[in-house]
């Protein structure tokens, strides 16, 4: 197992995985720097250590993530595991959320994260080593929810990007991981967390459904602990070879699992079909 201390970078930290990051890696001796839209809210959730470092970032100007990045590097020296944490929820469905709203969570989900890649990886590639961990959702393997066709849409892209990462930052020496939770007691169905269409059609009588059901009943009765959630991504990277998907919590694996068995399913009952169409 990896043990050694190591900079930590980690974005979306003011609340949430976030925050649960900052606090466990500090405990185990690691620097961490941190990112937050308000850095006043980072130093509140947070306080102060002298290992950490509070950063305010916005995550969807690569300026502002180059700056944060070499703060990082100039305060400790190196850099050496990334988490792209930083994302927000929205609930709607695909034919009433305008193009704006789905190109602003896009925005953040995807392009954000993609961001903090290409300013952290030049880095990485130069001392051959580091660890990038991508926090996406179960929602970025299985689609099925009314209302969330968008947001899934922003966490499958970060799952096919993290996949063709990995094979391209193996040969550095730098691993990566997509972490795909399921619901975990955070703030993630907050109203701070979670946006909803300017224009509902009322006919989407499963996507109403759907968006009551997670702020009214799932929201605050997950069944996932983010402490114990924090730590397994933790305690996976540490090791010697981290996975590339990590199902997190139950739920999580059990829609995987079973999304996957559909798969299987399907192709099974359509390979003739299938492979009928090569010269």
């Not at 102060?48 to 100007?61: A, R, V, Y």
């Not at 970025?140 to 499958?156: D, L, Q």
């Amino acid at each position: 197992m990896k043990n050694s201390r190591k900079t930590w970078f980690i974005t979306g930290a003011s609340k949430g995985f976030g925050l649960e990051f900052v606090q466990q890696l500090l405990a185990k001796g690691h620097n961490v720097a941190a990112t937050s839209r308000k850095i006043s809210d980072l130093e509140k959730a947070a306080g102060s250590h002298e290992n950490f470092l509070p950063l305010e970032m916005d995550i969807t100007k690569e300026e502002s993530v180059a700056q944060a990045i070499n703060a990082t590097i100039a305060k400790f020296g190196s850099l050496d595991t990334v988490v792209n944490n930083a994302g927000y929820g929205l609930i709607g469905a695909v034919e009433e959320l305008t193009d704006a709203e789905a190109r602003k969570n896009f925005e953040v989900n995807v392009f954000g994260s993609l961001n903090v890649i290409r300013q952290a990886m030049p880095h990485l590639r130069e001392q051959k080593s580091g660890h990038i961990i991508n926090i996406s959702s179960i929602g970025g393997y299985v689609g099925a929810f009314p209302g969330f066709g968008i947001y899934c849409a922003t966490k499958f892209a970060v799952n096919g990007f993290t996949e063709a990462l990995a094979v391209e930052a193996k040969p550095f020496g730098i691993d990566v991981t997509v972490v795909m939770p399921g619901y975990f007691r955070t703030n993630f169905l907050e109203s701070d967390s979670i946006v909803v269409p300017q224009n509902q059609i009322e006919a989407y009588q499963s996507t109403r459904d759907s968006q009551k059901m997670h702020q009214q009943e799932i929201n605050g009765n997950q069944p996932g602990d983010p402490v114990k959630g924090v730590a397994a991504i933790i305690k996976a990277s540490e090791a010697q070879n981290p996975p590339l998907y990590l199902f997190l919590g139950s739920d999580s694996v059990a829609m995987g699992e079973a999304k996957s068995d559909t798969i299987k399913q399907e192709i099974g009952a359509w390979r003739e079909l299938s492979t009928s169409t090569d010269f």
